[in-house]
């Protein structure tokens, strides 16, 4: 059973950066792709990046691309999304996911989840 820990969540403001990093307790985990997805007050789920097992693969949401990276150390069982230009619709609950097989954007399809970190982005 992987798990996973999200950290680095905080209050910023509108404009700032936030580095968002999953840690797993496994080091199966380099064989899972990771997705990151978010959560605001009354909204659904929503599916911000993914990156396959190796990290050669990414996908980015529509309202992110261009200002989220994200990336992962095997080595560190660690998966990074780098948050820059951070607008107030960013605020949010944010998770990191694992599943087996290639980074998907439905977050059912994933297996293993995160207690989740919040980002609060002030205007």
């Known amino acids: 059973q992987v798990q996973l820990v999200e950290s680095g969540g905080g209050l910023v403001q509108a404009g700032g950066s936030l580095r968002l990093s999953c840690a797993a307790s496994?080091?199966?985990?380099?064989?899972?792709?990771v997705g990151w997805f978010r959560q605001a007050p009354g909204k659904e789920r929503e599916f911000v990046a993914c990156i396959s097992s190796i990290g050669g693969s990414t996908y980015y949401g529509d309202s992110v691309k261009g200002r989220f990276t994200i990336s992962r150390d095997n080595a560190k069982n660690t998966v990074y999304l780098q948050m820059n230009s951070l607008k107030p619709e960013d605020t949010a609950v944010y998770y990191c996911?694992?599943?087996?097989?290639?980074?998907?954007?439905?977050?059912?399809?994933?297996?293993?989840w995160g207690q989740g970190t919040q980002v609060t982005v002030s205007s």
């Open positions: 496994e080091r199966t985990f380099s064989s899972y792709a």
């Open positions: 996911a694992g599943r087996a097989g290639p980074g998907v954007v439905l977050a059912r399809l994933y297996n293993y």
